[in-house]
Nanobody
């Protein structure tokens, strides 16, 4: 059974940097790509970053600022967020995908963690 649980959000100032964590079940890590997506009020979901094996992918809006990584031994996937700005305010979710892509559907996701960036 795939299980995902996000943590690490909160209120942050522009610049950050918080690090979001995703505790993933072994079945999620072994068989799927793990992605982060976010959703702000009134906006559509935005694919942020993804990792599968040794490969990582990052969306255009956060490239150069956010970095995804994982620790297989701890069954954790992380999203390091640098140079935060107000537009990064959203609920962040970790999710499974068959392949890392902003056009592939999300198969399962956690409850989300809220990140509020305020000056």
């Amino acid at each position: 059974q795939v299980q995902l649980a996000e943590s690490g959000g909160g209120s942050v100032r522009p610049g950050g940097p918080p690090r979001l964590s995703c505790a993933a079940s072994a079945s999620a890590l072994d068989y799927y790509a793990i992605a982060w997506f976010r959703q702000a009020p009134g906006k559509e979901r935005e694919w942020v970053s993804c990792i599968r094996g040794a490969f990582t992918y990052t969306g255009d809006s956060v490239r150069g600022r956010f970095a995804i990584s994982r620790d297989m031994r701890k069954r954790m996937v992380y999203l390091q967020m640098n140079n935060l700005n107000l537009e990064d305010t959203a609920t962040y979710y970790c999710a499974t995908q068959n392949q890392c892509s902003d056009s592939n559907p999300f198969l399962a996701w956690g409850q989300g963690t809220q990140v509020n960036v305020s000056s």
